[in-house]
């Protein structure tokens, strides 16, 4: 059994089928990447794995941690906006899932792995679009996840934070052993971040294509193999009529 | 951003009081007076000043329009008595009637917000009890509490108890569910959301409703101490139409405007404190020298 495995069957929004027969599996230690058009169910499918969602047929299973620790869920989710609370502050939105009396010591260590040192008792209306995703990544690690789901967190700020967001997520996630499933309709984005990448058709077309991608890291964006990997996405998405 | 620019300020200001403390005080009181802002006094005070022409010309009969300097003798004779009884036998009744009332909207209010099936139940009794003008409830109010405090409390705790419900109500309702699903990924149950997301969330439209419950508990206490009462600015007003005084009714107007004004004040600051996290236009310009 894999660390999660996401079988939707089906799943409708009234009379339109957003998803149909989607298998999906995350290995333990994997980086997985959901590539697809906007609209074709991505955030659908993400929210189910998430138990967000309960309202389909089919069925999500994720393997709990040896300790079984039943206070903390094992997924932690990053959605597209950074989502924080406007009343608390970094710390306090960092901490969220202890409210009152969070672990301080895990939150400033937190604080300073994503490079928002000096900015604890900032309100969320003083911070930048990249730091308040940085505080939501943080805030995402504080339950200490094996699994982190994350739907497109880096498309709503510029190309630069962007490179650096995605190395700063790579480097958190590798440190704790957290195996991460990332939607995104970046193609560069999927084949920087992925090992695997599952390519999704326009309606409900499911997963069209698959495929690995064998460049060890760290990887370097101008990578020549990564431009090949490009070209046969590329040629994948326009077989399925994405493009 | 603007936030930690504003600190940065704050904390320089402090710094130069600080190494001139010795002759410090009196420049930074003064200051203060130099830094008030008066133009908002010149509309009232250019319309005492025309009044007073207006009399003294003799266009306006002082039976009908007293100038305003026997507003100012009639002020300081009654400032002598009856004047501060009446204004803190209705401050109370405001105080009681409106905490009664918003603190039985806030629970109210709560549960039907939260709870979709007593939205299905209360929530047309509601809307046609408020179509109801708060006045017509009075001779009834007179006939079951009697001519007492308990009539007038229940008038004004009524006026005050819709505005806050409403507001909380929809406050509740219009809470952004992407920030609730946060909560729920946490597995957090309904008590938890609810104080930790719902009632912060919905905390900007509470205090519009508290501030709109005040002014109308203000406008009710008028109406039932008109209606019957011994003292109070109410009371005031109708010694003032019975004894045929327009400067005892001019300065109940004023009182009721002054009183109004301060309660509301002392309301927005303690909204500005409780919601300074808000990013909002008004707190964007509140700073800024308009
Ligand atoms: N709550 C909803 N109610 C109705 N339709 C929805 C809802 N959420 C999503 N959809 C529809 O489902 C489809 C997939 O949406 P979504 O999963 O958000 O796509 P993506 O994240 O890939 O852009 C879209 O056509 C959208 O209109
Ligand atoms: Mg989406």
Same mark, same amino acid.
């Given at each position: 059994?894999?660390?999660?495995?996401?079988?939707?069957?089906?799943?409708?929004?009234?009379?339109?089928?957003?998803?149909?027969?989607?298998?999906?599996?995350?290995?333990?230690?994997?980086?997985?990447?959901?590539?697809?058009?906007?609209? /074709?169910?991505?955030?659908?499918?993400?929210?189910?794995?998430?138990?967000?969602?309960?309202?389909?047929?089919?069925?999500?299973?994720?393997?709990?941690?040896?300790?079984?620790?039943?206070?903390?869920?094992?997924?932690?989710?990053?959605?597209?906006e950074p989502r924080l609370m406007p009343w608390l502050t970094v710390a306090q939105n960092i901490g969220f899932a202890d409210g009152g009396k969070f672990d301080t010591a895990r939150v400033n260590g937190l604080i300073a792995d994503v490079g928002l040192t000096g900015?604890?008792?900032?309100?969320?209306?003083?911070?930048?679009?990249?730091?308040?995703?940085?505080?939501?990544?943080?805030?995402?690690?504080?339950?200490?996840?094996?699994?982190?789901?994350?739907?497109?967190?880096?498309?709503?700020?510029?190309?630069?934070?962007?490179?650096?967001?995605?190395?700063?997520?790579?480097?958190? %996630?590798?440190?704790?052993?957290?195996?991460?499933?990332?939607?995104?309709?970046?193609?560069?984005?999927?084949?920087?971040?992925?090992?695997?990448?599952?390519?999704?058709?326009?309606?409900?077309?499911?997963?069209?294509?698959?495929?690995?991608?064998? %460049?060890?890291?760290?990887?370097?964006?101008?990578?020549?193999?990564?431009?090949?990997?490009?070209?046969?996405?590329?040629?994948?998405?326009?077989? @399925?009529?994405?493009? | 951003?603007?936030?930690?620019?504003?600190?940065?300020?704050?904390?320089?200001?402090?710094?130069?009081?600080?190494?001139?403390?010795?002759?410090?005080?009196?420049?930074?009181?003064?200051?203060?007076?130099?830094?008030?802002?008066?133009?908002? =006094?010149? *509309?009232?005070?250019?319309?005492? =000043?025309?009044?007073?022409?207006?009399?003294?010309?003799?266009?306006?009969?002082?039976?009908?329009?007293?100038?305003?300097?026997?507003?100012?003798?009639?002020?300081?004779?009654? @400032?002598?008595?009856?004047?501060?009884?009446?204004?803190?036998?209705?401050?109370?009744?405001?105080?009681?009637?409106? =905490?009664?009332?918003?603190?039985?909207?806030?629970? %109210?209010?709560?549960?039907?917000?939260?709870?979709?099936?007593?939205?299905?139940?209360?929530?047309?009794?509601?809307?046609?009890?408020?179509? %109801?003008?708060?006045?017509?409830?009075?001779?009834?109010?007179?006939?079951?509490?009697?001519?007492?405090?308990?009539?007038?409390?229940?008038?004004?705790?009524?006026?005050?108890?819709?505005?806050?419900?409403?507001?909380?109500?929809?406050?509740?309702?219009?809470?952004?569910?992407?920030?609730?699903?946060?909560?729920?990924?946490?597995?957090?149950?309904?008590?938890?959301?609810?104080?930790?997301?719902?009632?912060?969330?919905?905390?900007?439209?509470?205090?519009?409703?508290?501030?709109?419950?005040?002014?109308?508990?203000?406008?009710?206490?008028?109406?039932?101490?008109?209606? =019957? @009462?011994?003292?109070?600015?109410?009371?005031?007003?109708?010694?003032?139409?019975?004894?045929?005084?327009?400067?005892? *009714?001019?300065? @109940?107007?004023? /009182?009721?405007?002054?009183?109004?004004?301060?309660?509301?004040?002392?309301?927005?600051?303690?909204?500005?404190?409780?919601?300074?996290?808000?990013?909002?236009?008004?707190?964007?310009?509140?700073?800024?020298?308009?």
């Open positions: 059994m894999s660390l999660l495995d996401i079988d939707v069957r089906e799943k409708a929004f009234g009379k339109t089928i957003v998803l149909h027969d989607i298998k999906l599996s995350l290995e333990n230690g994997q980086a997985a990447v959901l590539l697809g058009p906007s609209g /074709c169910g991505k955030s659908t499918l993400l929210r189910i794995a998430a138990g967000l969602d309960k309202q389909f047929s089919g069925s999500v299973s994720v393997k709990t941690g040896h300790d079984g620790n039943a206070k903390s869920p094992p997924v932690a989710f990053v959605f597209q900015h604890a008792a900032t309100l969320p209306k003083a911070l930048s679009g990249g730091m308040a995703q940085r505080v939501a990544i943080a805030r995402a690690l504080y339950t200490e996840p094996r699994i982190l789901l994350l739907d497109e967190p880096f498309s709503a700020v510029d190309a630069f934070t962007r490179m650096k967001l995605q190395d700063l997520v790579l480097k958190l %996630v590798e440190q704790r052993g957290i195996s991460f499933l990332l939607v995104t309709h970046d193609i560069d984005e999927a084949l920087y971040l992925g090992d695997r990448i599952y390519m999704m058709g326009a309606g409900d077309g499911g997963i069209q294509h698959d495929l690995s991608v064998d %460049v060890a890291r760290p990887r370097d964006r101008r990578a020549a193999r990564l431009a090949e990997l490009k070209s046969d996405v590329l040629t994948a998405l326009q077989a @399925a009529h994405v493009i | 951003m603007t936030l930690s620019t504003h600190e940065f300020r704050g904390e320089a200001q402090d710094k130069t009081t600080a190494l001139r403390r010795p002759v410090g005080t009196v420049s930074g009181f003064a200051a203060r007076i130099a830094s008030l802002d008066l133009r908002g =006094a010149i *509309v009232p005070v250019g319309a005492l =000043a025309l009044l007073e022409l207006f009399v003294r010309m003799g266009w306006v009969s002082p039976y009908v329009l007293p100038p305003p300097s026997d507003l100012y003798t009639t002020f300081l004779y009654l @400032a002598e008595g009856p004047l501060w009884t009446n204004i803190g036998a209705s401050a109370l009744r405001v105080l009681i009637g409106f =905490a009664f009332g918003s603190l039985l909207a806030i629970v %109210v209010g709560s549960i039907v917000g939260l709870w979709y099936s007593a939205e299905r139940y209360l929530e047309p009794s509601f809307q046609a009890l408020r179509a %109801v003008p708060s006045l017509a409830w009075v001779p009834l109010l007179m006939i079951w509490f009697g001519i007492g405090e308990t009539s007038k409390i229940v008038l004004i705790a009524k006026s005050a108890f819709f505005p806050v419900y409403l507001s909380l109500f929809s406050g509740i309702r219009n809470v952004d569910r992407k920030l609730v699903e946060v909560g729920e990924m946490y597995r957090q149950p309904l008590p938890v959301l609810v104080w930790r997301i719902l009632i912060p969330a919905s905390l900007p439209h509470l205090f519009t409703g508290l501030r709109y419950g005040l002014s109308l508990a203000w406008l009710s206490v008028v109406a039932a101490e008109l209606l =019957a @009462a011994s003292e109070g600015i109410g009371y005031m007003l109708s010694d003032g139409r019975e004894l045929s005084r327009p400067d005892l *009714v001019l300065i @109940a107007i004023i /009182c009721l405007a002054i009183l109004g004004k301060i309660s509301d004040s002392l309301f927005k600051l303690i909204e500005d404190r409780c919601l300074s996290w808000r990013d909002s236009y008004s707190t964007a310009i509140g700073g800024r020298p308009a």
